[in-house]
T-cell receptor
Framework: DGGITQSPKYLFRKEGQNVTLSCEQN?????MYWYRQDPGQGLRLIYY???????QKGDIAEGYSVSREKKESFPLTVTSAQKNPTAFYLC?????????????FGEGSRLTVL | AQTVTQSQPEMSVQEAETVTLSCTYD???????LFWYKQPPSRQMILVIR??????QNATENRFSVNFQKAAKSFSLKISDSQLGDAAMYFC??????????????????FGQGTRLTINP
């Protein structure tokens, strides 16, 4: 079945450590996104990529980095520069010219900084 | 930049009753998509309903329907015959229309803050 796979589902990190969240899709979608979710703040866009080897900063990109070397993969690195990294992270994808227009989401990754 | 506002952080309704969740948005574009997503305790985001701005007819999906008022920039979700499984966070979202896809950033979804819906048995 086609879909988006995020891993790990739960992750604990010590302060000062970088951590990478994986996002893989087999939907043949061009665009991929990373959102951060905090209580009471909805979903905020971190980074997005509309095509391989290209990506753009979203609204809260500071302290994060991404890469898009393959169409299927869009990993997110939470660096030690991110001041408040504890959050729920959602990856999503969108097919170009899709008739439906909506994003498809993974199941999310919960990052906790100890 | 587009913004989406959900003014009701929490709502509750009796099982089998009807509830309406509010959403307003701000945009200068004439064509766009609007969505309602549901996020149950599992945290998986599930599309509930979508509305294309060029369509005057309100979208309907079984017990879910919208009241789309383009001039007022309002997009409310009505849930009829509420069921216990409807309990979740509901997010309203905005996206530019596909013909703008070549423009950087046009494919972004902008979300509201969410409304937590509780169903009372």
């Amino acid at each position: 079945d086609g879909g988006i796979t995020q891993s790990p589902k739960y992750l604990f990190r010590k302060e000062g450590q970088n951590v990478t969240l994986s996002c893989e899709q087999n939907l043949n979608h061009d665009a991929m996104y990373w959102y951060r979710q905090d209580p009471g703040q909805g979903l905020r866009l971190i980074y997005y990529s509309q095509i391989v080897n290209d990506f753009q900063k979203g609204d809260i990109a500071e302290g994060y980095s991404v890469s898009r070397e393959k169409k299927e993969s869009f990993p997110l690195t939470v660096t030690s520069a991110q001041k408040n990294p504890t959050a729920f992270y959602l990856c999503a994808s969108l097919g170009r010219g899709g008739l439906t227009g909506e994003l498809f989401f993974g199941e999310g990754s919960r990052l906790t900084v100890l | 930049a587009q913004t989406v506002t959900q003014s009701q952080p929490e709502m509750s309704v009796q099982e089998a009753e009807t509830v309406t969740l509010s959403c307003t948005y701000d945009t200068s574009e004439s064509d766009y998509y609007l969505f309602w997503y549901k996020q149950p305790p599992s945290r998986q985001m599930i599309l509930v309903i979508r509305q294309e701005a060029y369509k005057q007819q309100n979208a309907t999906e079984n017990r879910f329907s919208v009241n789309f008022q383009k001039a007022a920039k309002s997009f409310s979700l009505k849930i009829s015959d509420s069921q216990l499984g409807d309990a979740a966070m509901y997010f309203c979202a905005y996206r530019s229309a596909p013909f703008l896809e070549g423009i950087q950033g046009a494919q972004k979804l902008v979300f509201g803050q969410g409304t937590r819906l509780t169903i009372n048995p």
